[in-house]
């Protein structure tokens, strides 16, 4: 299921991110990498923080589509 789908401090591990190549490369760089754990801490009105490898990211429900959990 898709990132954006998942309920507020659910744990879940990145099976595919998915997207552009340029929009890979970027997710990656914040961290979002296959078989990583993240964890949705907030989710308001299209934004999301979520924690990936020690560090809270705050995304759009956009990007957040395109990684898979």
Wanted: charged share 25%; hydrophobic share 45%.
């Amino acid at each position: 299921m898709p990132l954006s789908m998942m309920k507020t401090g659910e744990p879940g591990i990145i099976k595919k991110v998915g997207g552009k190549e340029e929009t890979r490369r970027f997710l990656e760089k914040l961290g979002f990498v296959m078989g990583t754990a993240v964890t949705v801490v907030s989710d308001m009105g299209g934004n999301m923080i979520v924690s990936v490898r020690d560090s809270r990211v705050a995304i759009g429900k956009d990007m957040a589509n395109k990684i898979l959990v």
